[in-house]
């Protein structure tokens, strides 16, 4: 699997992987506002692919590296390749590109009751990875309960 700077080209495989998600996530494909998103993190450099050699872009994740809180604003993994390290490696590569500590990196991500936590995973991932439960977060668009989770980086 290689993980890269994501460039233009790959918008329509963030909406691919936005399209699997919209159920969790609200709507994504058809916003405006989250093509611009994409948009905005690409040209910023912001935003990595994963590529996996006989499956194409199988994960996407939109960064905020500007620390000393840096966020995961977005971080999705294709159904198909979930539980492959896709996710963990685009945690890996934005943790060595983009954090300078001291600080902390945070994500929004769903509460303990939202329906997607378990199916997900996302939970879970993010504890693996050295991150919290924190305060609650304003409910996703979809209507669901989110949650801070953060990590100390030294």
Do not use: C, K
């Amino acid at each position: 699997m290689i993980i890269r700077l994501a460039q233009e080209r790959d918008l329509a495989g963030f909406l691919a992987l936005a399209a699997q998600v919209e159920d969790w996530f609200g709507p994504m494909v058809e916003e405006p506002g989250f093509h611009r998103a994409v948009e905005t993190h690409i040209r910023r450099s912001e935003a990595l692919v994963a590529v996996a050699p006989d499956s194409g872009l199988v994960g996407g994740l939109l960064f905020g590296a500007e620390g000393p809180a840096y966020h995961v604003h977005w971080l999705v993994v294709s159904e198909r390749a979930r539980g492959t390290g896709a996710g963990r490696a685009l945690m890996a590569d934005a943790t060595r590109r983009f954090v300078r500590g001291p600080g902390t990196v945070e994500v929004v991500t769903f509460g303990a009751d939202h329906p997607g936590a378990v199916v997900s995973g996302a939970r879970v991932f993010y504890e693996r990875l050295g991150f919290t439960p924190a305060e609650t977060a304003a409910p996703g668009p979809e209507g669901g309960s989110r949650q801070v989770y953060r990590r100390a980086v030294v």
